[in-house]
């Protein structure tokens, strides 16, 4: 590893800490959080040339609460309130913290910080850019980049996240018992969205959002470890690993989709599989059953067959319809309509499909033609399935699966002309 | 979602509105760019110069062949573009509605194309 690496490594896990201890003494959550990204700006530069300072930590604290003073005396300067600011000024601001706020729970300080960048007055898109950058230590730049918008347009949303957090009357506390449990989940969704962002990356210039699915990764394991006794923690935790692992293998070199049939699996990360399984099997046995845990049991089962057509599909099924059961979602009943299709033959997964024709949030949904597409090809019925991944292809926004779905469509057409 | 909003209108209408309609139009752009600048929906934009500033390039085997004017003689021209990340389509269609050419001619809402994709 080289140096700047561990300096960022280093600097990227002290971050959520560094601006709780801020936030704790200080208040102001917003400036806090400018006054940390300087401070980890400015060890950035410093640290690989001078070499690391001996109390990293307290120095991140130092420089940060120094920027801190200084932007306000500044703001309350132009306002002519430098009486007002003195008093408020506290003694031990720019001198190395007292030895025992060392030994503080920096844990507590990165998940009190995870509930209030997920806070329900922000969208998800802002809960993402703002848990990036407060928790993960990203900067403006490294978000604007793997999101592709401007720097200026990133910026503006994280500003505007962070009003809106202070508009709220959000505190820098971990929120009361009785909503904990709906802010977890919000912290879920918010870790599984950053790792599908990076994840759905397939190559080429957009290579760098792939950095997203570890950066997903670091923070679900960062979570799990805050809340060991959590199963839905655990269970996206090991959703993302079995998801990860077939990363070598869901793309061709030229950025082609492989579909999941076709992969070949020895290309699949044998080591984050078995860590996968093992989290999944562990949590299933001891924790109340919750939807990440569904996906990661059904991700194991993939994961477990050597071959495609070794694939467990009664018990995908019974895990689908488990999902289904805890969590209904279209796109769940979607995926069920696949194992169906595996279980019981390409019309009871047609038969499946047909109860989402109605459903207002598939309407013209590419994944309904595309799963259509696809139990039609099993069905032999080449030309409807032509019809039905054309009509994909039209719907989706993502060139690779348009790709995907316009080769299939060439492909039926094909199959269509031998079968006349 | 990305979206491009297209921008049409007749090429030159502006000079024939009234001060008052044309400050109308200029501030009802400038104020909905704040708006989505503030927001952080914008990604850009550009307006483009009058369509007979135009040259349409086709190339037929082999040889370039250059002439003057757009691709389509249309009434209406495509004059500009602003391009917006927003959480949904009607989101989209809303800030079409409100971009002040709307009111008289027309906006086009495209989704972009992205790089990423999903397991099939």
Known sequence: ?420 | MKYMLLIYNRPGFAEELSEAERDELFGGVDALMKELTESGELIGGEALADPSQTKTVRVRDGVPAVTDGPYIEAKEQFAGYIMVDCETPGRAVEIAARWPDAKRWAMEVRPLMQQSGTEM
């Open chain 1, 1 to 420: 590893m080289r140096a700047d690496d561990r300096v960022e490594d280093l600097l990227r896990a002290l971050a959520p800490q560094v601006l709780g201890a801020l936030v704790r003494r200080h208040g102001q959550f917003d400036a806090c959080e400018d006054a940390v990204q300087e401070a980890l700006l400015a060890a950035a530069v410093q640290w690989p040339e001078e070499g690391m300072p001996d109390n990293p930590r307290s120095w991140l604290v130092t420089v940060a609460s120094r920027r801190l003073i200084d932007q306000w005396r500044g703001e309350h300067a132009r306002r002519e309130r430098e009486v007002a600011v003195a008093t408020r000024e506290p003694a031990d601001l720019s001198v190395v913290p007292a030895p025992g706020e060392e030994r503080s729970p920096g844990q507590d300080d990165t998940l009190t910080l995870l509930f209030l960048c997920c806070h329900p007055a922000l969208s998800p898109p802002s809960q993402v850019a703002l848990t990036l950058r407060a928790v993960g230590g990203l900067s403006t730049a490294e978000i604007a980049r793997a999101f592709l918008v401007p720097e200026a347009t990133m910026a503006q949303r994280i500003s505007r996240a962070k009003q809106r957090v202070k508009a709220a009357g959000a505190r820098f506390a971990m929120p009361p018992q009785a909503e904990r449990e709906t802010r977890l989940r919000a912290v879920l969704h918010v870790l599984y969205l950053v790792f599908n962002e990076g994840y759905t990356t397939t190559s080429g210039p957009d290579l760098q959002r792939a950095d997203l699915t570890g950066e997903a990764i670091r923070l679900a394991r960062g979570l799990r470890r805050m809340l060991p006794d959590d199963g839905e923690a655990a269970g996206l935790l090991a959703l993302m690993l079995l998801t990860d692992a077939r990363r070598p293998a869901r793309t061709r070199p030229d950025g082609a989709l492989v579909p999941l049939a076709e992969q070949d699996r020895a290309l699949w990360d044998r080591a984050i599989v078995a860590e996968g399984i093992e989290l999944i099997t562990e949590t299933l046995a001891r924790a109340p059953l919750g939807p990440y845990q569904l996906q990661a049991a059904i991700a194991a089962v993939h994961a477990e067959a050597p071959r495609a057509e070794d694939t467990d599909w009664p018990q995908i099924l019974a895990l689908y319809r488990l999902l289904g059961r805890i969590a209904p979602n279209p796109v769940t009943t979607l995926n069920e309509a696949v194992a169906v299709g595996m279980v019981h033959g390409p019309r009871a997964g047609l038969d499946l499909l047909e109860t989402l024709t109605a459903d207002d949030r598939m309407t013209g949904h590419h994944r309904l033609d595309a799963v259509r597409a696809h139990l039609l090809e099993m069905a032999g019925d080449h030309e409807a399935a032509r019809t039905a991944y054309r009509s994909a292809a039209r719907r989706t926004t993502s060139l690779p699966e348009q790709r995907y779905l316009e080769t299939r469509a060439a492909r039926m057409a094909e199959a269509a002309r031998t079968d006349s």
